[in-house]
């Protein structure tokens, strides 16, 4: 069956930092990848998709992500994070008729 | 604007009640979704249905049931025979196959 995994659960960043959540992807053949973002009480809004192409995707909010076939993961990153950014991630694939979510990731910022 | 309406937002049920939580899109997508989302637990599948009069059992259904009347709505009954139902629900939508779903904004259920 085709999976997500996020490894790390809760990350904590300094505001101003770089940030890079992990996502590890269990597919045969090449991906369908999303990530989403939910803030709390709310639901889950797209950050950014790779459909095929270029490896290296730019979404919303600053975001961007690249796939590494190689290590089969799809990484999400910013440069530098914001205090609004702490929120949970989630990555995402789609799987026959359905959607596959990993566990997610907690998002802390640090002033 | 084009979007996922859930409604309530907050929804107490006592012992032994069913209750209907509310899902209406105008997006015109044919697929939409249940979920439910448990702190620690990501996203767990209940329902979905590709096409109005039809929807399949997802990852969890015991307990739950739905329907698909009109394209828009997907109402998600939660019945006295699901004895855990706290927890926030999601209903999302999607326009075909491996598009990314779009999502409302959930609704808490607790219980009284």
């Known amino acids: 069956a085709q999976s997500v995994t996020q490894p790390d659960i809760h990350i904590t960043v300094s505001e101003g930092a770089s940030l890079e959540l992990r996502c590890n992807y269990s597919y045969g053949a090449t991906p369908y990848l999303f990530w989403y973002v939910q803030s709390p009480g709310q639901g889950l809004q797209l950050l950014l998709k790779y459909f095929s192409g270029d490896t290296l995707v730019q979404g919303i909010k600053g975001f961007e992500a690249e796939f590494k076939r190689s290590q089969s993961s799809f990484n999400l990153r910013k440069p530098s994070v914001h205090w609004s950014d702490a929120a949970e991630y989630f990555c995402a694939a789609p799987n026959n008729n359905d959607m596959r979510f990993g566990a997610g990731t907690r998002l802390t910022v640090k002033p | 604007d084009g979007g996922i309406t859930q409604s309530p937002k907050y929804l107490f049920r006592k012992e032994g009640q069913n209750v209907t939580l509310s899902c209406e899109q105008n997006l015109n997508h044919d697929a939409m979704y249940w979920y439910r989302q448990d702190p620690g637990q990501g996203l767990r599948l209940i329902y979905y249905?590709?096409?109005?009069?039809?929807?399949q059992k997802g990852d969890i259904a015991e307990g739950y049931s739905v329907s698909r009347e009109k394209k828009e709505s997907f109402p998600l009954t939660v019945t006295s025979a699901q004895k855990n139902p706290t927890a926030f629900y999601l209903c999302a939508s999607n326009p075909g196959v491996n598009q990314p779903q779009h999502f409302g904004d959930g609704t808490r259920l607790s219980i009284l």
């Open positions: 249905s590709q096409i109005v009069n039809d929807f």
